[in-house]
Nanobody, 116 residues
Framework: QVQLRESGGGLVQAGGSLRLSCAASGTIFSRNGMGWYRQAPGKQRELVAR???????GYADSVKGRFTISRDNAKNTVYLQMNSLKPEDTAVYYC??????????WGQGTQVTVSS
């Protein structure tokens, strides 16, 4: 069974940066696209960044130009570099495979809090 473990969240001031990591096990990581999602209190979970097997990336308009998704297949890990953070980026961040349905079992997520 696929297991996802997110890390790297924390409290940061507006304008700051964080780098999130997600380690995957139980799957052939290099053969799967990956994505980062977030869920703010009272809101639905949304996909904010995705990366294909070939390394092509896509971003939600709200994070385009500020967030960068990358992957290291040797480490079975996907990253999300978040720069110029805004208070509205505050959420629990999760990784998963956006190209499969249903999604893999969700991890515990990592909390990102941006103070103004």
């Amino acid at each position: 069974q696929v297991q996802l473990r997110e890390s790297g969240g924390g409290l940061v001031q507006a304008g700051g940066s964080l780098r999130l990591s997600c380690a995957a096990s139980g799957t052939i990581f290099s053969r799967n696209g990956m994505g980062w999602y977030r869920q703010a209190p009272g809101k639905q979970r949304e996909l904010v960044a995705r990366i294909t097997i070939a390394g092509s990336t896509g971003y939600a308009d709200s994070v385009k130009g500020r967030f960068t998704i990358s992957r290291d297949n040797a480490k079975n890990t996907v990253y999300l570099q978040m720069n110029s953070l805004k208070p509205e980026d505050t959420a629990v961040y999760y990784c998963n495979n956006p190209y499969t349905s249903p999604p893999w079992p969700w991890g515990q997520g990592t909390q990102v809090t941006v103070s103004s």
